[in-house]
T-cell receptor, first 115, second 110 residues
């Protein structure tokens, strides 16, 4: 089991540029979550998918953020245009079921720095 | 609604015990506990479910008081490897969303 795989591990970009973060969940897991972690706000849930369908995106900060899950083995989180306040560690997590009785398996995260 | 964790930080000597608390203003169906070491991803420790079922870690225990909407994580005879930030995540009934507290930083010194 390779675990949840995220890429890139680090991303440094300039304000205004488009950023795409990628995630491969654990095979067989039905749910996928995107979290953002900052010192000030902690771990914030941005969006989650169940069986590739977005269920709740109420945590997405604004229209600059978008997420897709075209198939069961791949998801992207895109920020366009990026701003310095988007700097954070972005985690993807997957879970065997769509219910909160199952543990989340986190990827190693993408550290995003927007200058 | 983000759960509230206390204390924010605690420093122990190896072998001492600690309790970390998590409370919510909403009725809960489940409480998750995770530990995150610096620069790493959060790692699952335990789930407590309404009704008393507990799934998780062999050396760390927890309680879930549904009436008070609180959970506590008990670390006994702490080891150096217990150092890290502990997060509780709460999930209200009927929702698949897991919302995390801001974390409790635990430092275990020799």
């Amino acid at each position: 089991d390779a675990g949840v795989i995220q890429s890139p591990r680090h991303e440094v970009t300039e304000m205004g540029q488009e950023v795409t973060l990628r995630c491969k969940p654990i095979s067989g897991h039905n749910s996928l979550f995107w979290y953002r972690q900052t010192m000030m706000r902690g771990l914030e849930l941005l969006i989650y998918f169940n069986n590739n369908v977005p269920i709740d995106d109420s945590g997405m900060p604004e229209d600059r953020f978008s997420a897709k899950m075209p198939n069961a083995s791949f998801s992207t989180l895109k920020i366009q245009p990026s701003e310095p306040r988007d700097s954070a560690v972005y985690f993807c997590a997957s879970s065997p079921t769509g219910r909160i009785v199952s543990p989340l398996h986190f990827g190693n995260g993408t550290r995003l720095t927007v200058t | 609604q983000q759960p509230v964790q206390s204390p924010q930080a605690v420093i122990l000597r190896e072998g001492e015990d600690a309790v970390i608390n998590c409370s919510s203003s909403k009725a809960l169906y489940s409480v998750h506990w995770y530990r995150q070491k610096h620069g790493e991803a959060p790692v699952f420790l335990m789930i407590l479910l309404k009704g008393g079922e507990q799934k998780g870690h062999e050396k760390i225990s927890a309680s879930f008081n549904e009436k008070k909407q609180q959970s506590s994580l008990y670390l006994t005879a702490s080891q150096l490897s217990y150092s890290g930030t502990y997060f509780c995540g709460t999930g209200p009934g009927g929702s698949e969303k897991l919302v995390f507290g801001k974390g409790t930083k635990l430092t275990v010194n020799p």
